[in-house]
């Protein structure tokens, strides 16, 4: 249900040479407005990666509708114009994700540093929790019900963390796994709903 994508999305270069301008980046570019190489930037790489993630959270893997808005999320967090993070980062690609907000919260991920040891070149950095696109995720994670992964473990260091962040295996979490998995059956069984329904009004 969690998985590493599968591709990154590709920004034209006269986009990015208009962002370029705007280095050394401080703090608040992310949010500047009436820029319109800043929306089509944003534009471009959320209709990218609703395809790449096939709609799906980059973190808990659950549809993007399934636990609330769809938001373009940074990995490593860029701060803002008071407090400023990883702001070099603010607009590389492979640092941009679409999270549900129920990943994305304050009380969750936030401006969690994702960043273990840092480097000039993003590829090039260490990081705390599993990573979308670097990391494979089967290598990271287990599923004690097997094949139908709604229930979920760490098995490594950066799983652990990722869990523990993201309450991936929290109730909220769970029961939408299994509504998932519940909702994918009917879809495949015919059958499946008449016998549902004939079960609830089942009387004795």
């Known amino acids: 249900m969690i998985s590493r994508l599968n591709g990154s999305p590709t920004i034209a270069d006269e986009i990015l040479n208009e962002i370029d301008i705007l280095k050394p980046f401080t703090g608040g570019e992310w949010d500047i407005k009436n820029n319109p190489a800043i929306t089509s930037f944003k534009s471009s790489l959320k209709g990218q990666l ?3 993630q096939s709609e799906n959270c980059a973190y808990c893997g659950l549809p993007l509708d399934e636990t609330g808005k769809t938001e373009i999320e940074h990995f490593a967090p860029k701060g803002g114009v008071t ?15 679409l999270s549900c907000t129920l990943c994305n919260s304050p009380i969750k991920k936030g401006n969690y540093d994702t960043i273990r040891s840092k480097s ?10 599993v990573h ?11 599923w004690p019900d097997n094949d139908r992964e709604v229930l979920i473990q ?35 069984n015919p059958s499946g709903a008449q016998i549902i329904a004939d079960a609830m009004a089942y009387s004795g």
């Open 50 to 52: 609703l395809t790449i």
């Open 83 to 97: 407090r400023p993070k990883h702001t070099e980062f603010t607009f590389t690609i492979m640092n941009l994700v």
């Open 132 to 142: 979308p696109y670097f990391d494979d995720h089967n290598l990271h994670y287990s």
């Open 154 to 188: 760490g098995i490594t260091e950066k799983g652990i963390e990722s869990i523990r962040i993201f309450k991936l295996d929290s109730t909220r979490h769970t029961e939408a796994r299994t509504r998932l998995k519940i909702k994918r059956y009917l879809d495949s």
């Open 120 to 129: 000039n070149v993003y590829e090039n950095c260490t990081f705390k929790i």
